[in-house]
């Protein structure tokens, strides 16, 4: 026994699935493979699902568990590290008429017996648990007493890739889960993760042991998101210049989410960002949890928020309407980058992912690696990930083609990054990293000792410091041969040279620089080297075409006219009405594009409510003559 379903032959799955998304979800069509993964895994069949951030991984458990449950397999367990996140995710179904429960932590003891009392009744379709509660003998018995009666259905792992030490985000107790396959050999497994490294991907089949799962692998691009990384002069300034330009609109600021690396970093930027008038909140982990989860819920049920955050926010938030990602610092390498700016425009609309960085990001990566415990071949692992990252940020190039590169894609320039939108002017740069390579071999050969970035410029400008004098490094050959660059160039050229590998930052010795590999090539002439021109100039005029501030717009494009505007004001603030009534995120209940439609459809009837996107059947049923009584008011 497999536990294979027993709607099949030929399409006849399919036809199910097809039909729970129309009824439960309202939604006509299967995005990209979700159709042969639901299928799949309807019929019992293990698999890997990897699919990028917002791609729809939810429904590719949520559908089969309702199917097979329908057929009479009992209940879905979904695995899930989100803890913060279930009361709404299962909010979320129960709106759509599902019945689901979770159990985790935040729950009094008697609120999880009454739980695993449905659970034993098989009230339920779907069940949320954290990883550390399912893997508990007591919680793993309770599962025995219904595979016994065949009524444990199908296992679903979220964010497999914590199961990985190499994903972005490791948590030990993702390994215990091995036990899922030891103790219930027959039940079906799907793990799904965004993340898609081979790295990661192979740990997941390893830990999981799924080495017989079907692999679903997507494309992992997002082409609504527009990818800009510019280099950090005075990073708060600049983003809120950015928000400001290119995020607030007559109606406030879009909602947001600012990535920085450290906690008291968080906190000056929420601060600085609300002194500015905008609203921003802070979030990390050295924020009580209450604390934390108040903002995050005031983050996902308010409109026009800016979240703070370090990388301790964001995994699994399925807000739709998140305008912007901004990284103030680098993340550590292009998973983290891809995942967090992920989060932006999960509804399919425009949405801007935005990062400055600069030399010092890259030395204090390069440290924390360096001090960080692990094993060395560890380590050299971390290094090559960041490096991959760099290049990223150096590249002068289409950013999106690197991205999806890295990750296995073969793509074509996307006219929807900033290199693509104005290609940066270069400038062949050889020479420049010639001097600035042999400089960095002069002194230490002159001193027997390494130096840092600033003492090197300050030699290559030909600047008279104490510590020039003081080393006779004045009196180098490679003194003042540099003159011809800026302090800024210089900086550029040091960070596409340790991109590179030509240059080896020494955090342990004072961050001094070294010559490293790949330096020999440039020295002797036989690589070259080109640096972006400066574009000071050039970066304040670009185009405000690009706006990705949401303007109301129906499903087709066309912008909505001034009585369906204030349909649309009308429908939000019914919908807020009910989101609070049922404590939950306001899209939950609707999303926005769905009161679009319905704004510019103007219903009348419940039969007109037929067709629009994101209104099951349930919803109908329990919205339907309000949204009516609603719309009624505007002709
Ligand atoms: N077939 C579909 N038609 C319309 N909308 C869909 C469809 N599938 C998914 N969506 C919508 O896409 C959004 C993102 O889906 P989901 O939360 O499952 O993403 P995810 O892949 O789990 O992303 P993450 O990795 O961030 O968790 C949801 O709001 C969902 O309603
Ligand atoms: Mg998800
Ligand atoms: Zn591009």
């Given at each position: 026994m497999n536990g294979l379903i027993d709607i099949s032959p030929d399409g006849e799955t399919l036809e199910a699935c097809a039909g729970v998304l129309q009824e439960v979800f309202g939604y006509d069509a299967f995005r990209g493979p979700q159709a042969d993964i639901v299928r799949h895994v309807s019929e019992g069949g293990d698999a890997l699902v990897l699919m990028p951030t917002g791609g729809g991984k939810s429904l590719c458990y949520?559908?089969?568990?309702?199917?097979?449950?329908?057929?009479?397999?009992g209940l879905t367990v979904v695995v899930s590290p989100l803890i913060a996140l279930m009361h709404d995710q299962v909010g979320a179904l129960i709106e759509a008429g599902v019945s689901a429960a979770f159990l985790n932590s935040s729950l009094t003891g008697e609120q999880a017996q009454q739980i695993e009392k449905q659970m034993l009744r098989g009230e339920l379709t779907l069940l949320y648990a954290a990883p550390e509660r399912l893997t508990t003998p007591r919680f793993l018995a309770l599962l025995d007493s219904l595979h016994e009666r065949g009524k444990l259905s199908l296992f679903a792992i979220d964010e497999a890739h914590c199961v990985s030490q190499w994903g972005h985000d490791f948590r030990p107790e993702y390994r215990a889960l091995v036990v899922l396959h030891e103790r219930f050999a027959g039940v079906p497994r799907v793990a799904l993760t965004a993340t898609a490294d081979d790295l990661t991907r192979e740990d997941i089949v390893t830990h999981l042991?799924?080495?017989d799962a079907r692999r679903f692998v997507s494309s992992f691009d997002r082409p609504n998101i527009r990818y800009t990384i510019v280099e950090k002069k005075d990073g708060s300034a600049q983003l809120m210049r950015f928000i400001r330009d290119e995020h607030t609109g007559a109606q406030g600021h879009d909602a947001g989410i600012v990535y920085c690396q450290s906690r008291?970093?968080?906190?000056?930027v929420a601060g600085m960002l609300n002194d500015a008038g905008f609203n921003a909140l802070p979030y990390h982990a050295g924020l009580d949890a209450a604390l934390r989860q108040r903002h995050q819920d005031r983050f996902l049920r308010e409109e026009g928020l800016i979240m703070v955050?370090?990388?301790?926010?964001g995994m699994g938030i399925d807000k739709p309407d998140v305008r912007f990602v901004a990284h103030l610092d680098m993340p550590k390498n292009i998973e983290g980058y891809y995942q967090e700016t992920g989060r932006a425009g999960r509804d399919g609309e425009a949405a801007n992912a935005w990062m400055v960085?600069?030399?010092?990001?890259?030395v204090n990566q390069r440290r924390m690696i360096d001090e960080s415990p692990a094993a060395d071949e560890f380590k050299q692992v971390l290094r090559g990930k960041l490096d991959a990252l760099l290049t990223l940020a150096e590249a002068s190039d289409c950013r999106r083609m690197r991205l999806l590169s890295y990750f296995g894609e073969a793509s074509t320039p996307c006219g929807n990054c900033d290199n693509c939108i104005s290609p940066p002017a270069l400038d062949d740069a050889t020479e420049s990293a010639r001097k600035l390579l042999s400089c960095i071999y002069r002194v230490q050969q002159s001193s027997g000792m390494a130096f840092g970035a600033g003492h090197l410029m300050d030699i290559l400008r030909g600047k008279v410091t104490e510590k020039v004098t003081q080393y006779g490094h004045d009196k180098l050959s490679t003194f003042g041969i540099g003159a011809d660059l800026s302090e800024t160039q210089w900086r550029a050229l040091m960070r596409q040279l340790i991109a590179r590998e030509a240059i080896h930052?020494?955090?342990?010795?004072f961050n001094t620089l070294h010559l490293a590999d790949a330096a020999r090539a440039i020295l002797k002439g036989e690589s070259q080297v080109w640096l972006r021109q400066l574009s000071e100039k050039k970066a304040s005029s670009r185009s405000k075409s690009g706006r990705a501030s949401q303007t109301a717009r129906a499903p087709d494009g066309q912008p909505l006219s001034l009585s369906e505007r204030d349909c649309l004001d009308a429908l939000k603030a019914w919908r807020?009405?009910?989101?609070?009534?049922?404590?939950?995120?306001?899209?939950v209940i609707f999303h926005d594009s769905t009161l679009r439609a319905i704004a510019a459809q103007k219903p009348r009837t419940l039969a007109d409510l037929d067709?629009?996107?994101?209104?099951?059947?349930?919803?109908?049923?329990a919205y339907g003559a309000d949204v009516l009584r609603v719309v009624s008011a505007f002709d």
């Open positions: 949520q559908i089969p568990a309702i199917a097979r449950a329908r057929a009479g397999h042991q799924l080495q008291k970093r968080v906190e000056e955050a370090t990388i301790a926010f960085y600069g030399l010092q990001d890259v930052v020494d955090s342990a010795h807020g009405e009910v989101a609070r009534e049922h404590n939950l995120p306001a899209f067709g629009i996107a994101g209104l099951g059947q349930k919803k109908r049923e």
